[in-house]
């Protein structure tokens, strides 16, 4: 199968994220392409140490490297793997075996979380938010999904969108896409409060532009009700959804600003250096 792994400035995780991939893989069984998305460090040297293809582009963007990445790759099924996230080669075996499944276009992991460093606060708006998306998850969020060459069909080219993950989930039918039990993504979330209202900045700007895309999301929006139930059933506590809530406040207001100013985060990565440290 092919990898395509987009990179900007990825120079501390890549390195150890690629052994992690190639370990215990026979020569050639994965074919991986990192792309250097305008980088400043050295993102690209340590991919190359690491015996894998590596392309340069100097145009930022992460749907620009996704299609210069899946322009290299040789085979289907393709993965398409974020730098900061880790996934074994074992996942990657059991992720290409679910596409091969009758009907099934595009698949993804289930997510492990690495919370270590993060604050009090973050763990909790972390909890709260996982738990209230997990249901309708899929191929978004997980920094990994995989397309069957009929799938990719759907997707590639990959127009100049914010969430990639986000269009490849809206792409298809829940029939046909997976997520896979046997595989994993080890990905690590906002530390900082801060760092976590950038990212949902950037998702909520995604979103409405696939909404405008007319590509709308089959699971519909997060409703205060889905928040009740968890409260009811004690799988959180009232503490942990006042810290959820006054952070979404502040998710929507910041969206809303960035919307009045004209910002777009198309062509920027959003990177959250802290964190970007070896599991």
């Known amino acids: 199968m092919s990898v395509v792994v987009p990179a900007h400035n990825e120079e501390g995780v890549l390195a150890g994220n690629l052994a992690r991939l190639l370990d215990g893989t026979a020569p050639g069984e994965f074919d991986v392409v990192v792309v250097a998305n305008a980088c400043t460090d050295g993102t690209a040297e340590a991919a190359r140490r ?18 210069i990445g899946d322009e290299a790759c040789r085979t289907f099924p393709r993965v398409y793997m974020d730098a900061d996230v880790v996934l074994t080669a074992e996942s990657v075996r059991a992720l290409v075996a679910a596409a091969a499944r009758p009907g099934v276009l595009a698949c993804a992991p289930v997510p492990r979380w690495d919370l270590d460093g993060a604050s009090a ?21 997980v920094g990994v999904y995989v397309l069957t060459e009929e799938g990719h069909a759907r997707v590639f080219p990959m127009p100049d969108v914010i969430s990639d993950d986000g269009l490849v989930h809206r792409t298809f039918a829940a029939e046909e896409r997976a997520v896979v039990a046997g595989a994993w993504s080890l990905v690590r979330p906002a530390r900082t409060v801060r760092a976590h209202l950038r990212r949902r900045v950037r998702v909520r700007q995604g979103n409405r532009e696939l909404d405008a895309l007319g590509l709308p999301l089959a699971e519909g929006r997060l409703e205060l009700g889905a928040l009740r139930a968890l409260m009811a059933r004690r799988a959180v506590t ?10 979404l406040a502040l998710d929507r207001a910041l969206t809303r600003l960035r919307a009045l100013s004209g910002g777009s985060s198309r062509r920027h990565w959003g990177t959250d250096t802290g964190s970007r440290v070896q599991a």
């Open 238 to 247: 009232r503490l942990d959804a006042a810290c959820y809530l006054a952070v």
């Open 50 to 67: 690491a015996g894998v293809r590596v392309l340069e582009t100097a145009t930022p963007g992460k749907a620009n490297a996704l299609r």
């Open 121 to 141: 606060i973050s763990r909790r708006v972390h909890k709260v938010h996982d738990l209230l998306i997990a249901p309708s998850r899929a191929l978004s969020g």
